[in-house]
């Protein structure tokens, strides 16, 4: 990648590190005799889905124009789930969805009649809460007490409800498969006597198998073994994070360099805020091309800030080879998943291109966002 000619802002994911994540997720799910679909609350790239589609078939849907994009975009019907469905919305949520699983018993006795009238065959899921998570970020913990996030087992009263073919349950974020292996524990230990009488299990995401380092192997010994107790059932899994997992790079400009009390700020063309909102939501530190986090006592240090007006949107100091300076290029790693799903035009600001570095090297631009596209979202 020739930072030099990529024009800033952009995302630009690298089609080739897509592709390596794409086989290791493909060998699971044929070696584990499981199903994988793409979670697009992680990555929606569309641009993209021609090459995910050669690995995998389906992607998982929280709303409406999701199930719409997996049917538009991914060419396969959706697992729609939602915290909630909206009643003049769920007739065509129903039409692009092979599966439908409610956060509720409550909402599915009232949206029961209308899956059974669906004009093809949906498999109703229920979405189970088995009560323990490893995730320690509050603001994604689905298992804290008194969370709104599926059913605990004590709501069922020991009876499935009646037509219910799946459950679902979805606690880990980022996690390992010996993660997994406990919440299975727990999920089981709560929720095994319906097993039985289910044709599907859908094992939620967050099982991040394409970072480095993760136990791919014990992974499939995991799967294999749960396929082993319940042969039966159709085990699915819908990483979002996995997917994307370091294949891209976010491209910004150096704009401008500030100094107070001591502090050296370099003014970005991007935004934590509103183009790496989780950098600040999680939060965690965005790895910097040619810069060291540890930046304490080291010269060159820099925070690193947006263009928006917000008082904190900016990275503590990096330190860096070199002074920096106005036009210089800064490449955020790893800025593909979690990252344009969730981007804002806060402000006002340029929102950056999306682009796709081609394995031959060349490089398309996808898409450029204009004053069109700010206006456009309001009113």
């Known amino acids: 990648m020739d930072v030099k000619k990529i024009p800033s802002p952009s995302f630009v994911l690298e089609e080739a590190r897509l592709r390596h994540n794409l086989e290791l997720i493909a060998r699971v799910q044929r070696e584990a005799d499981v199903q994988i679909i793409l979670a697009f609350k992680g990555f929606a790239m569309w641009s993209a889905f021609p090459v995910v589609r050669e690995y995998v078939k389906g992607a998982t849907a929280s709303s409406l124009s999701e199930a719409r994009l997996c049917f538009e975009e991914m060419k396969s019907l959706a697992?729609?789930?939602?915290?909630?469905?909206?009643?003049?919305?769920?007739?065509?949520?129903?039409?692009?969805?092979?599966?439908?699983?409610?956060?509720?018993?409550?909402?599915?006795?009232?949206?029961?009649?209308?899956?059974?009238?669906?004009?093809?065959?949906?498999?109703?899921?229920?979405?189970?809460?088995?009560?323990?998570?490893?995730?320690?970020?509050?603001?994604?913990?689905?298992?804290?007490?008194?969370?709104?996030?599926?059913?605990?087992?004590?709501?069922?009263?020991?009876?499935?409800?009646?037509?219910?073919?799946?459950?679902?349950?979805?606690?880990?974020?980022?996690s390992t498969s010996q993660d997994l292996e406990k919440v299975l524990e727990h999920f089981e230990a709560q929720f095994g006597q319906f097993l039985p009488h289910l044709k599907w299990v859908n094992f939620g995401g967050g099982h991040l198998m394409t970072r480095q380092g993760y136990d791919v192997e014990h992974l499939i010994a995991v799967l294999k073994a749960f396929r082993k107790r319940w042969p039966h059932l159709q085990v699915i899994l819908e990483p979002g994070s996995a997917f994307a997992w370091d294949t891209g790079v976010l491209v910004a400009t150096v704009l401008d360099i500030v100094k107070n009390k001591g502090v050296r700020t370099a003014i970005l063309d991007v935004s934590f805020t509103a183009h790496m909102p989780d950098t600040l939501e999680m939060p965690y530190r965005p790895r910097v091309r040619g810069a060291s986090e540890d930046a304490e006592g080291k010269p060159n240090r820099y925070r690193l800030g947006g263009v928006s007006c917000l008082s904190g949107d900016f990275m503590e100091e990096y330190a860096f080879e070199k002074p920096l300076k106005v036009g210089q290029k800064i490449v955020f790693e790893d800025m593909i998943h979690y990252t344009m799903v969730k981007t804002t035009t806060f402000n006002g600001v340029t929102h950056p291109n999306i682009a796709i570095l081609r394995p031959n090297g060349n490089l398309d631009i996808v898409r450029r966002f204009s004053y069109r596209d700010y206006r456009n979202r309001l009113s």
């Open 79 to 174: 697992h729609t789930y939602a915290v909630a469905y909206v009643p003049r919305e769920f007739g065509k949520i129903l039409q692009y969805s092979s599966h439908v699983t409610f956060n509720s018993i409550g909402q599915w006795k009232r949206y029961k009649k209308r899956v059974e009238k669906a004009p093809h065959r949906v498999s109703p899921g229920i979405r189970v809460n088995p009560g323990w998570s490893p995730v320690g970020t509050a603001l994604y913990n689905p298992a804290s007490p008194g969370s709104r996030l599926g059913e605990p087992a004590e709501n069922f009263k020991g009876k499935l409800p009646e037509g219910i073919e799946g459950l679902h349950f979805h606690v880990l974020c980022e």
